[in-house]
T-cell receptor, first 111, second 111 residues
Framework: NAGVTQTPKFQVLKTGQSMTLQCAQD?????MYWYRQDPGMGLRLIYY???????DKGEVPNGYNVSRLNKREFSLRLESAAPSQTSVYFC??????????FGAGSRLTVL | KQEVTQIPAALSVPEGENLVLNCSFT??????LQWFRQDPGKGLTSLLL?????REQTSGRLNASLDKSSGRSTLYIAASQPGDSATYLC??????????FGPGTRLSVLP
């Protein structure tokens, strides 16, 4: 099983450019999440989807949008990237209030 | 709002030592607590999940305990090895919330 797959692994953007981070899971999990990890800040929740067709804001949603395309896929879009969005982004999935399974991460640099 | 702290922030021990990592949380109304391991530049790997009704969980050389009333969990690593070097994070799932992560403890096991 692949588990949680994120693409791309690395990306460099210029300020104002847009991009989409893709995430797919093959574990038939209902819930999917997007986190960002910054030095000294720990992991912070950006958006989550408790089930197919629903999305909700997390702790730091400003500047991001998400789409739960189907049960497998949950994408994160940056419409107009800013240097403050330089971070490592992690996608995770869970069958519910249970074990979180993470992807390998996507390292984004905004110049 | 749930807050999770971890002490110490960093720890360096010689190979073979037994060690304890600490996790504290402010709101005892939790479903479960999960310990993760993160290697540099990698994603998070789940180590142990303790449900709120449980006191401890064991996996190999790892033992995690949970004391909800005092808002504490400990991760005990027996006979540490250089391969245990990583950052260890705890996360709690509270009622009406998603997982809230601690900042992590960076462990170095010296050969």
């Amino acid at each position: 099983n692949a588990g949680v797959t994120q693409t791309p692994k690395f990306q460099v953007l210029k300020t104002g450019q847009s991009m989409t981070l893709q995430c797919a899971q093959d574990m038939n999990h209902n819930s999917m999440y997007w986190y960002r990890q910054d030095p000294g800040m720990g992991l912070r929740l950006i958006y989550y989807s408790a089930s197919e067709g629903t999305t909700d804001k997390g702790e730091v949603p400003n500047g991001y949008n998400v789409s739960r395309l189907n049960k497998r896929e949950f994408s994160l879009r940056l419409e107009s990237a800013a240097p403050s969005q330089t971070s490592v982004y992690f996608c995770a999935s869970s069958p519910g209030a249970n074990v979180l399974t993470f992807g390998a991460g996507s390292r984004l640099t905004v110049l | 709002k749930q807050e999770v702290t971890q002490i110490p922030a960093a720890l360096s021990v010689p190979e073979g030592e037994n060690l304890v990592l600490n996790c504290s949380f402010t709101d005892s109304a939790i479903y479960n607590l999960q310990w993760f391991r993160q290697d540099p530049g990698k994603g998070l790997t789940s180590l142990l999940l303790i449900q709120s009704s449980q006191r401890e969980q064991t996996s190999g050389r790892l033992n995690a305990s949970l004391d909800k009333s005092s808002g504490r969990s400990t991760l005990y690593i027996a006979a540490s090895q250089p391969g245990d070097s990583a950052t260890y994070l705890c996360a709690v799932w509270g009622y009406g919330q998603n997982f809230v992560f601690g900042p992590g403890t960076r462990l170095s096991v010296l050969p």
